[in-house]
C-alpha cells in the first residue's frame, strides 16, 4: 500500500508543476486581453462623469500611470496574495464580490452537473447496450439537439412552460426575498447556509428556485456525457475482457454491469473536468436568463459599467478555477483508475 | 466411432453475414476430443480457426450463424438454452485467448476475477474456499499467493496468460480451448505456458483444443493435429504421424514452410488463403497445389481413411473409383495465379 | 477523395448526413435570398403607412407575430440566418486561414516556437469560449464598431486554437511518415513538403472540425447577442439579442417572440453537427461499424446434422 501511495504523491507533484506556468501565462493572458483596450480603467468607467483634473487624480492615485509593465508586475503580485484591487464603478474589493456571488454561481453550477450526470449516464448507457435501436436514435437526437439549442432559448422555454403557464417554479433569483433575509449569511453560499440555519422553509424554496436554472445548464452538458458513456459503453462491450467474462460464462447482465458499464464510466471523471469551461459560459448566459445573482451576472453588469478592474479580478478567477479543476479531475482520476499512476 | 469422445463436432458451420455476400470461416467442420488428449487445430491466419474454437463453446460473434452441431457429452450446445449453454462455460467449457494483455478487466484485482468466477458457478461457495482454490491454481501456474490482490497491470504478459489460464482451469473443466495463447509472448514465456499446457493432460483430464499457427508447438503438446484450410478440416490425425507422413498436399508444403535447423531456403505457398466470400470451387486448395488434378478443381474431395485414426480429404487419396477416367491428369494452370501474387 | 466514402456509406449515418445537409441548405438559401423571401426588412416596423400590432401572436400578416418593437417576427427570423451565415462564414475562413498555416509551421519546425505556440494555445483553450468571446468582442465593437466584422473576429479567436492542435498534431505524425522523409531526402525544401505533401494530408480532418465549430459559432454569436455584445440591433438581425428581448415577453404568456428564432437556432445548429458528425462517420473509417447482414445457411442434403 505504501508503494501505491508514493507513486500517487509523485503523480500529483508532477501535475502540480505543470500547473503553476499554466496559471502564469493565464494571468498574463487576462492582463493583456483587459488591458489592450484603450485607455485605463479608471477614464473608461468614469470618463465624462468626472471634471479631467478629478480623473486625473483618481488615476494617478490608482497608479494607472505608471507604465503597463510596472503594473502588469504589481498585478501579478497582488494576485499571488489574492488582491484582486477594488471595483471602480461601487468600489467593492473584488474578493468580495467573488465571495458573495461565487456562492450562487457554484451553487447552480454543482446542480447542473448533478442534472447532466443524472440524465447523461442513464441515458448514454440505454443507448450503448441497444445500439442502433430506435431509441438509440432517438437518445443520440436528443443529445445533438440538447447542445444545439442555447441555453438562454432552452432556459425560455421552461419558462414558459413551467413558471408562465403551470405555475410551477419561479423565474428569477435565488431565493423569495423573505428567504434571503431570514438566513444569515455564513458561508455565501445560500442552500448551503439554509442547511446549517435548520430552516426547511427556507431550504425548499432554495431548491425550489434552483430546478429551472439547474436544468437548463444541466441539458447543455447532458450530451457531451450522453455521447461519452455510449461509445464508451460500445466500445467496453467489444472489448476484449468482456468476452473473456463471457467465456468464463460469467451472465450478461453481470457481463454488462460489472465489466463493460463500470469501465465505460472512468471516463466520465475526465470530461467532468473538461466541461468546467463549458460550464461556466453556460452559467454565464444562465444566469443571465434566470437573474441568478452570480459571477456571470456581475460580470455582465461590470462590463456594461466598464469596470475593467472588476472585469479582470472576475476572469482571473474563471481561468484559475478552469486550471485547478482540471488538476483536481486528474488526481481524483489517480485514485478511481490504478493504471493513471504508472 | 467410439462414445468416449467428451465433444464430436459434426459438420459445423458458421458464417458471417456481410456487404460482399457470407464469409464461410468455418465450413463443414468434423472433430472429436478424448479426455486428457491435446488436439492441435493448425492452419494459416484467416482460415477459421479461432472462429471454430469460439463456435466450440458456443460463443458466437455479432451476426453470425452457426449450423451442424456440437455435442458435448452427448448433448448438442445449439439446442440448449442460452442459460444451459452459459452454465457450462467455465466449469465443463473453458477458453484461454491469444492477448493476455487485455483480457482481464484492468480496474479489477486478480483475486476479483477469481471470486466472480467461483461465486457465479459454485454459489455456495466460501470465501475461504474460494481463495483456497484461486491460490492453488494459480500456485501451480507459477504465481506466487503475494500476487493475489495486484491489479492486471502489475503483471507481465507471460505471467497474465497463466492467471488466464488459471481462470480457465479453476473449476476443472472437461475441455479447455486455447486459441494462439502464445502468439503475443516472447519464445521463453511460450515455451513456459506450453509445458504448462502440456502438462495439463497429465494432472487434469481435461481435453485441450490447441489452435496455433505453429507447427513446432503442435509437434512438442499434441497428441494429435487437425489441419485446417479456408474453413475446413483438411486432414487429421495423430501428430507424429501426420507430421512424418503428411498425406494432405496442404500439411506438406505447411511443413516445409516451417524454419528449422537444417532450413537451408525458405519455402513458402505460392498464392494466399483464399477469400472465405467467394472460395474456390471443388477443392479449395487446388489454385494453389502443386499436386492438383483434373478432378480437384471439378469435385468436393471425399475424406477418406488411409490408416486407422487418419482421416484426409485429398483427391490424391481417392476414392480412385470416384476420381474418373482423365480425372487424375494434372491440372492446367494459367498463369494468373503468379500475377495475382504480386 | 471525400465522396467515395460518403457515396458508398449507408443506412444511418447516411441518412443523418442527408438531413444535415438539408437543413443547412435551407438556411443557406434563406440567407442568401432573405430579401426575396421575408415580407419585411428586419427593422420594418410598418407598411403602407400603418404601423405594426404590438406584440400580436402569429396570424396571416405576420406568420411568427411582432415583437414589442412592432417587428415581423418572420424577417427578422430570416435575416437572422443572414447574419449567422456571414459571421460563420468569416470567423470559420478566418481561424482556418489562422490555425492551419501556424498548425503546419508549429507541426514541421517544432522546438521553441511549437512550444510557445502549445504553450499559448493551450491557454486560449482552458479559457472559457464564451467569456472568451465576450471581453473580446466588447474591445473589438469600441474599435470597429458594433457589426458583422467584430462579432466574427471575437470568434475567430476563441476557434484558432482549435484547428491549431489538430493541424499541429497530424502535421508532427505525418512529418515522420516515409514518405515525407522520402521526400525530404530528395532536396524537397520545408516549403515543398509543407504545401505538397504535408497540407493535403492534413486538410482531411478539416471539413469535421470547420462544420462543428460553424455550429458551435452560431450558439457563442447568438450568446454574445443574448448578453448585448454582439452585433447591435440597428446593423442586422440577429437571433440571440431576438431571445433576449422575449425573455421579458415570457412573464406575459408571449411565446412568438422567443420560440421562432430560438427553433431557427436549434434547427440549424442540429443540421450543422449532423453534416459534421456525418462527415465524421463516414470519412474515419475506425468509427464505422461494420455491416452485419442476415445469413442463411443452406440447407444440406445429408440427414446429419441438419442446418439451423
Not at chain 1, 509523485?10 to 496559471?23: D, G
Not at chain 1, 471523471?269 to 473538461?274: A, F, K, Q, R, Y
Amino acid at each position: 500500500m505504501s508503494r501505491t501511495a508514493g507513486t500517487l504523491r509523485r503523480y500529483v507533484l508532477q501535475r502540480l508543476a505543470l500547473v503553476v506556468p499554466m496559471v502564469f501565462i493565464l494571468l498574463t493572458f487576462v492582463f493583456l486581453l483587459v488591458r489592450v483596450a484603450p485607455g485605463d480603467p479608471v477614464s473608461a468607467a468614469l470618463g465624462g462623469r468626472l471634471p479631467p483634473e478629478a480623473l486625473a487624480q483618481r488615476r494617478a492615485a490608482a497608479g494607472y500611470d505608471r507604465p503597463l509593465i510596472v503594473q502588469y508586475l504589481e498585478y501579478l503580485g497582488n494576485v499571488l496574495r489574492g488582491d484582486l484591487g477594488r471595483t471602480i464603478s461601487d468600489n467593492r474589493a473584488v474578493s468580495d464580490v467573488l465571495v458573495e456571488n461565487g456562492g450562487a454561481t457554484l451553487t447552480l453550477a454543482g446542480a447542473a452537473l448533478v442534472v447532466a450526470l443524472l440524465a447523461g449516464i442513464p441515458l448514454g448507457l440505454y443507448s450503448g447496450r441497444h445500439r442502433d435501436s430506435f431509441g438509440d436514435v432517438g437518445v443520440r437526437l436528443f443529445g445533438i439537439v440538447s447542445y444545439a439549442a442555447p441555453v438562454f432559448f432552452t432556459g425560455l422555454i421552461l419558462q414558459l412552460v413551467f413558471a408562465v403557464w403551470l405555475d410551477l417554479f419561479p423565474t428569477s433569483g435565488q431565493a423569495s426575498p423573505i428567504t434571503q433575509v431570514r438566513v444569515d449569511e455564513i458561508t455565501h453560499i445560500l442552500l448551503l447556509d439554509a442547511l446549517l440555519a435548520g430552516n426547511v422553509d427556507a431550504v425548499l424554496d432554495v431548491v425550489h428556485h434552483l430546478v429551472l436554472p439547474a436544468i437548463t445548464l444541466g441539458l447543455l452538458c447532458v450530451g457531451v456525457f450522453l455521447r461519452l458513456v455510449r461509445v464508451n459503453l460500445i466500445q467496453s462491450l467489444q472489448g476484449d475482457y468482456v468476452e473473456a467474462a463471457r467465456a468464463r460464462g460469467i451472465p450478461e447482465r453481470y457481463v454488462v454491469r460489472r465489466h463493460a458499464f463500470r469501465n465505460a464510466l472512468v471516463p466520465v471523471v475526465t470530461v467532468m473536468g473538461l466541461q468546467t469551461a463549458l460550464l461556466l459560459s453556460g452559467a454565464i448566459l444562465t444566469e443571465a436568463t434566470f437573474n441568478w445573482p452570480g459571477l456571470g451576472s456581475e460580470l455582465v453588469d461590470y462590463l456594461n459599467n466598464r469596470d475593467y478592474v472588476a472585469v479582470q479580478g472576475i476572469i482571473t478567477v474563471f481561468a484559475v478555477v478552469v486550471v485547478v479543476v482540471s488538476l483536481l479531475i486528474d488526481i481524483v482520476n489517480a485514485l478511481i483508475d490504478p493504471r493513471v499512476r504508472y | 466411432m467410439t462414445d468416449e469422445a467428451v465433444l464430436r463436432v459434426r459438420d459445423l458451420r458458421v458464417w458471417y453475414g456481410t456487404e460482399r455476400g457470407p464469409v464461410r470461416a468455418v465450413d463443414g467442420v468434423d472433430l472429436a476430443l478424448v479426455p486428457g488428449e491435446t488436439l492441435g487445430v493448425v492452419g494459416e491466419s484467416g482460415c477459421g480457426k479461432s472462429t471454430l474454437g469460439r463456435g466450440l463453446l458456443g460463443l458466437l460473434p455479432e451476426g453470425a450463424k452457426a449450423g451442424g452441431e456440437v455435442r458435448f457429452r452427448g448433448t448438442d450446445l445449439f439446442e440448449l438454452s442460452g442459460r444451459a449453454l452459459r452454465e457450462l462455460r467455465g466449469p465443463e467449457l473453458g477458453m484461454i485467448f491469444q492477448d493476455p494483455l487485455t483480457r482481464l478487466n484492468p480496474l479489477w484485482r486478480v483475486s476479483e476475477h477469481f471470486e466472480e468466477l467461483l461465486r457465479t458457478h459454485c454459489p455456495d461457495i466460501s470465501a475461504e474456499q474460494i481463495r483456497h482454490r484461486s491460490l492453488a491454481t494459480l500456485r501451480r501456474m507459477g504465481i506466487p499467493p503475494t500476487r493475489y490482490r495486484n491489479y492486471p497491470h502489475e503483471f507481465s504478459g507471460g505471467m497474465r496468460q497463466r492467471i488466464m489460464i488459471a481462470l480457465g482451469l479453476v473449476l476443472n473443466p472437461a475441455v479447455l480451448v486455447a486459441d494462439e495463447p502464445t502468439t503475443s509472448l516472447d519464445v521463453l514465456v511460450e515455451a513456459q505456458i506450453i509445458r504448462l499446457l502440456a502438462d495439463l493432460r497429465r494432472n487434469f483430464d481435461t481435453a485441450l483444443l490447441l489452435i496455433t499457427h505453429n507447427l513446432g508447438i503442435v509437434a512438442e503438446a499434441c497428441d494429435r493435429v487437425a489441419v485446417m484450410y479456408a474453413g475446413h478440416v483438411v486432414e487429421t490425425g495423430d501428430a507424429r504421424e501426420v507430421f512424418a507422413a503428411p498425406a494432405h498436399p496442404y500439411t506438406r508444403e505447411l511443413l516445409r514452410s516451417t524454419i528449422s535447423l537444417s532450413t537451408t531456403g525458405l519455402h513458402y505457398i505460392p498464392g494466399a488463403p483464399p477469400d472465405l466470400v467467394d472460395p474456390p470451387p471443388a477443392c479449395r486448395f487446388h489454385p494453389r497445389c502443386p499436386d492438383a488434378m483434373q478432378v480437384c478443381a471439378t469435385r468436393d474431395p471425399v475424406t477418406v481413411s488411409p490408416r486407422p485414426g487418419h482421416r484426409v480429404a485429398c483427391w490424391l487419396h481417392g476414392p480412385a473409383e470416384q476420381v474418373g477416367a482423365g480425372g487424375d491428369a494434372p491440372l492446367v494452370r494459367e498463369e494468373i495465379d503468379v500475377a495475382d501474387e504480386a | 477523395m471525400v465522396w467515395a466514402p460518403i457515396r458508398s456509406s449507408r443506412g444511418l449515418p447516411r441518412w443523418l448526413l442527408g438531413a444535415g445537409c438539408t437543413i443547412t441548405l435551407l438556411f443557406v438559401v434563406l440567407a442568401v435570398f432573405a430579401p426575396l423571401i421575408a415580407p419585411y426588412d428586419f427593422d420594418t416596423f410598418s407598411a403602407d403607412g400603418q404601423r405594426f400590432a404590438q406584440q400580436a401572436p402569429p396570424s396571416a400578416e405576420h406568420w411568427f407575430g411582432t415583437t414589442v418593437q412592432a417587428l415581423d417576427v418572420f424577417s427578422r427570423v430570416v435575416f437572422g440566418a443572414r447574419t449567422a451565415l456571414e459571421v460563420v462564414v468569416l470567423s470559420v475562413a478566418v481561424s482556418l486561414l489562422v490555425g492551419v498555416p501556424l498548425g503546419l509551421v508549429s507541426g514541421y519546425f517544432g522546438r521553441w516556437l511549437d512550444r510557445l505556440l502549445v504553450l499559448i494555445t493551450d491557454t486560449v483553450f482552458s479559457f472559457p469560449p464564451l467569456l472568451l468571446a465576450i471581453v473580446l468582442s466588447f474591445l473589438l465593437s469600441g474599435l470597429l464598431g458594433g457589426g458583422v466584422a467584430p462579432a466574427a473576429l471575437a470568434i475567430t479567436v476563441v476557434y484558432v486554437p482549435q484547428y491549431f492542435r489538430v493541424v499541429r498534431n497530424t502535421t508532427f505524425s505525418a512529418k515522420e511518415a516515409s514518405y515525407v522523409e522520402a521526400a525530404r531526402a530528395i532536396g524537397a525544401g520545408p516549403l515543398t513538403v509543407i504545401t505538397r505533401y504535408l497540407f493535403s494530408n492534413v486538410v482531411q480532418s478539416v471539413p469535421v472540425i470547420a462544420t462543428l465549430n460553424a455550429a458551435d459559432a452560431i450558439l457563442t454569436l447568438a450568446g454574445l447577442g443574448f448578453l448585448g455584445y454582439g452585433i447591435q440591433p440597428t446593423e442586422a438581425a440577429e437571433w440571440g439579442y431576438d431571445i433576449q428581448r422575449a425573455i421579458a415577453d415570457a412573464g406575459a404568456g408571449i411565446w412568438w417572440t422567443g420560440l421562432f428564432p430560438g427553433l431557427a437556432i436549434v434547427l440549424l445548429v442540429t443540421g450543422l453537427t449532423l453534416v459534421g458528425e456525418g462527415l465524421n462517420e463516414t470519412l474515419n473509417p475506425t468509427l464505422r461499424r461494420r455491416r452485419l447482414l442476415p445469413v442463411t445457411l443452406p440447407t444440406r442434403d445429408t440427414d446429419a446434422g441438419g442446418s439451423r
